[in-house]
């Protein structure tokens, strides 16, 4: 099993930039999936992206386009670098990682977009 830490979460104005990252620790070595979700409140919680160990990435429409999934071996975390921020992204973001068929997720980290 790994644990997981995200950061970079915060307020932004509409447009604005955030980069969250996902600092992996534990059992790194069997990570084969990595993602990025959100959940807002009354909503549930969805998969925006996902990187895997062969280095398929993949992104759900409403953020094709304006977010960047990356991973960074060296330093076990995998980054998600959100442009054009609107006022519908706001959530709580968290990452999830799958090890040896076991899925963990971080804590989540709040991000809030201002009109």
């Known amino acids: 099993q790994v644990q997981l830490v995200e950061s970079g979460g915060g307020l932004v104005q509409a447009g604005g930039s955030l980069r969250l990252t996902c600092a992996a620790s534990?059992?790194?070595?069997?990570?084969?999936?990595r993602g990025w979700y959100r959940q807002a409140p009354g909503e549930q919680r969805e998969l925006l992206s996902f990187?895997?160990?062969?280095?398929?990435?993949n992104y759900t429409d409403s953020v094709k386009g304006r977010f960047t999934i990356s991973s960074d071996n060296a330093k076990n975390t995998v980054a998600l670098q959100m442009n054009n921020l609107k006022p519908e992204d706001t959530a709580v973001y968290y990452c999830?990682?799958?090890?040896?068929?076991?899925?963990?997720w971080g804590q989540g980290t709040q991000v809030t977009v201002s009109s």
């Open positions: 534990g059992s790194i070595e069997s990570i084969s999936f």
């Open positions: 990187i895997t160990e062969t280095g398929e990435v």
């Open positions: 999830g990682a799958v090890t040896r068929g076991v899925f963990s």
